[in-house]
């Protein structure tokens, strides 16, 4: 099969050929269809992921039709439609079984975050080198071997070069929303960076009910699509300050605010942007290492900083809520499609997130 890989930081990802093993017991072959590109991807390609296990087949944002299945696997079958999840919970650590299936560290997923089974080893060869999925998914590829608890069943008639974009910045964007904060009607919100995913943060708002919601970055057309896609107010960071235009828009500051780049300064920023006893909420990755300069007054005033991992999310809980939300018309996925590429011109997906002009790149196989 044809495949994204990436070998080292210098030469960056190539598509090449790459055979792909049949699935182990627990595991299920998945026949790509589409694969968003994303902004992990790009922490790859530059060295800055604690993800990343080189060689490496890119791609996290998967969606495709079962080809076939390992032993004990019940619940899909060849020509189930699904989405990829970023993580499956393996079901029987102690954090799985007290019910905190977000929180799992068992070996599984352990093991997935760094492109392997539970038992070290992949699915997916270079003669005799090893190749490392992307946190367990590597769906820049034509096909993926995954654990069974990574794959949710789609409906048949849902595109799947759409719902792909469930497999995490959807579910990241909205999650971050309706589990991590738990937006309520009528809040303000604030939310900063609106590439992929935080053009779902907004859309998460809206649907949630958000009363105010102010998208900020830099860059107009993304501003225009958060507009699009239900933002009440815009500011352009590069036109004025950020905490004076949102408080201006807000006095006093919004009830939530959503870091959505992944710049530690950053996050000290939207803090600010909060009223005494709102949230700010950091849904971008930054750098490891990185501290958050807070001013321990704003935080004594009951102010709240969270993290969030993707949302928060619980992949068979959350994407078939966006399938629904998508169905009914409440969630636009078509608006963040800004193209359509072939796995050969996967370059230029990457070149366009680097340059920031588009919301999603769509890889189609």
Do not use: W
């Amino acid at each position: 099969m044809k495949a994204c890989v990436i070998h080292d930081y210098e030469e960056g990802p190539k598509v090449e050929d790459v055979t792909v093993l049949d699935p182990a017991p627990g595991e299920v072959l998945v026949r790509i269809a589409a694969s968003g590109v994303c902004g992990s991807d790009m922490h790859v390609i530059h060295g800055r992921s604690v993800a990343a296990n080189l060689p490496m087949v890119l791609g996290h944002e998967g969606a495709g039709v079962v080809e076939a299945v390992g032993l004990g696997v019940e619940s899909v079958a060849p020509g189930t439609h699904v989405v990829i999840a970023l993580y499956g919970p393996c079901l029987a650590c102690a954090n799985c079984r007290s019910g905190e299936i977000l929180h799992c560290n068992g070996a599984a997923r352990m093991a997935n975050i760094f492109g392997r089974m539970a038992d070290g080893s992949t699915r997916l060869r270079q003669g005799d080198v090893a190749l490392h999925p992307m946190v367990g998914c590597g769906s820049l590829a034509e096909y993926a071997v995954v654990r069974e608890s990574m794959v949710v069943p789609v409906p048949d008639d849902v595109p799947l070069d759409v719902i792909a974009l469930a497999g995490c910045g959807v579910t990241t964007g909205l999650g971050a929303v309706f589990n991590t904060a738990q937006v309520r009607p009528g809040q303000h919100v604030a939310v900063v960076g609106c590439g992929g995913v935080g053009l779902n943060v907004v859309q998460g708002a809206r649907i949630a009910g958000a009363a105010v919601i102010v998208a900020v970055d830099t860059n107009p057309t993304k501003l225009e699509l958060a507009t699009r896609l239900g933002a009440t107010h815009v500011v352009d960071v590069s036109d004025a300050p950020m905490r004076d235009a949102v408080h201006a828009i807000v006095p006093g500051g919004v009830d939530v605010a959503f870091e959505v780049v992944g710049n530690a300064d950053l996050v000290a920023q939207v803090f600010e942007l909060t009223r005494p006893g709102g949230t700010c909420v950091m849904v971008g990755s930054p750098p490891a290492g990185s501290t958050i300069p807070i001013d321990g007054r704003s935080l004594f005033s009951e102010r709240r900083l969270i993290g969030t991992t993707g949302g928060s999310n619980i992949p068979h809980r959350d994407i078939p809520r966006i399938v629904e939300l998508y169905r009914s018309g409440r969630l636009d996925l078509d608006t963040l499609i800004s193209q359509r590429l072939p796995l050969e011109r996967v370059h230029e997906a990457f070149a366009a997130a680097d340059a920031g002009t588009v919301a999603r790149s769509v890889i189609t196989l």
